[in-house]
């Protein structure tokens, strides 16, 4: 394997999306994937999902009704996702710089950009790139501690983020076309970033020696 086109060809034939939705992430491009991208810090998936159904339970999962959310409420919807004070406080406070720099959401989504999301507590750069890639429908490919491991396994070490997440994009980029051709249909960059993404993470999950 020499680049990331090779590694997304590799994937591809496992068929690890099967029971995804189109994107990968649930709820792509609403507000409920900034929600998931700052809960799924440093927890598993199935610990986001609980918080999330908590938030949804409450009526908290919008920008206007979290930025003015009951503290001590929020923190116990989000108790199943860890760091509940902290998680708590820093989605609160996102929220209405949000809603202070851009209004409301269809706004900042299309107008928010990586160095403002980088200048909010709590958000670095892989859940920055979740924001833009998952919320935004922006091509930022997302880069994770299982892209590190599953390209460490394959002889490859990265001096940083950035360098790993522009390999990973560069081989999908120089290859646009015959990805196009292979799924026979017309299919976005963005949404080749989400399925990329997506399907290192569902490998890396299956395959949890490698
Ligand atoms: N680790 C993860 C996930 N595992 C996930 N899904 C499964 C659907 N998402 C959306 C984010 N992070």
């Given at each position: 394997?020499?680049?990331?086109?090779?590694?997304?060809?590799?994937?591809?034939?496992?068929?690890?999306?099967?029971?995804?939705?189109?994107?990968?992430?649930?709820?792509?491009?609403?507000?409920?994937?900034?929600?998931?991208?700052?809960?799924?810090?440093?927890?598993?998936?199935?610990?986001?999902?609980?918080?999330?159904?908590?938030?949804?339970?409450?009526?908290?999962?919008?920008?206007?009704?979290?930025?003015?959310?009951?503290?001590?409420?929020?923190?116990?919807?989000?108790?199943?996702?860890?760091?509940?004070?902290?998680?708590?406080?820093?989605?609160?406070?996102?929220?209405?710089?949000?809603?202070?720099?851009?209004?409301?959401?269809?706004?900042?989504?299309?107008?928010?950009?990586?160095?403002?999301?980088?200048?909010?507590?709590?958000?670095?750069?892989?859940?920055?790139?979740?924001?833009?890639?998952?919320?935004?429908?922006?091509?930022?490919?997302?880069?994770?501690?299982y892209t590190q491991k599953l390209l460490h396994s394959f002889g490859f070490e990265f001096e940083s983020?950035?360098?790993?997440?522009?390999?990973?994009?560069?081989?999908?980029?120089?290859?646009?076309?015959?990805?196009?051709?292979?799924?026979?249909?017309?299919i976005t960059l963005n949404q080749l970033y989400c399925r990329f993404h997506g399907k290192i993470v569902?490998?890396?999950?299956?395959?949890?020696?490698?």
């Amino acid at each position: 394997m020499t680049n990331s086109y090779e590694l997304f060809l590799f994937l591809k034939e496992k068929n690890l999306l099967e029971n995804s939705p189109l994107h990968w992430w649930p709820n792509y491009g609403t507000f409920e994937t900034v929600v998931g991208a700052i809960l799924t810090q440093n927890t598993k998936w199935t610990n986001v999902e609980k918080s999330l159904q908590n938030l949804h339970q409450y009526n908290l999962i919008s920008l206007e009704t979290l930025s003015h959310a009951h503290l001590p409420l929020l923190i116990q919807a989000i108790t199943p996702s860890g760091f509940k004070n902290q998680k708590a406080t820093r989605l609160k406070v996102l929220c209405q710089n949000i809603q202070h720099t851009f209004g409301d959401f269809e706004t900042f989504q299309e107008e928010v950009s990586r160095t403002w999301l980088l200048k909010q507590k709590g958000i670095g750069e892989e859940t920055a790139d979740a924001i833009l890639c998952y919320a935004c429908k922006k091509e930022e490919m997302i880069v994770d501690k299982y892209t590190q491991k599953l390209l460490h396994s394959f002889g490859f070490e990265f001096e940083s983020y950035e360098e790993l997440k522009q390999w990973c994009e560069y081989g999908i980029n120089e290859n646009f076309d015959k990805i196009i051709q292979l799924y026979g249909y017309e299919i976005t960059l963005n949404q080749l970033y989400c399925r990329f993404h997506g399907k290192i993470v569902e490998f890396m999950k299956q395959n949890p020696r490698v």
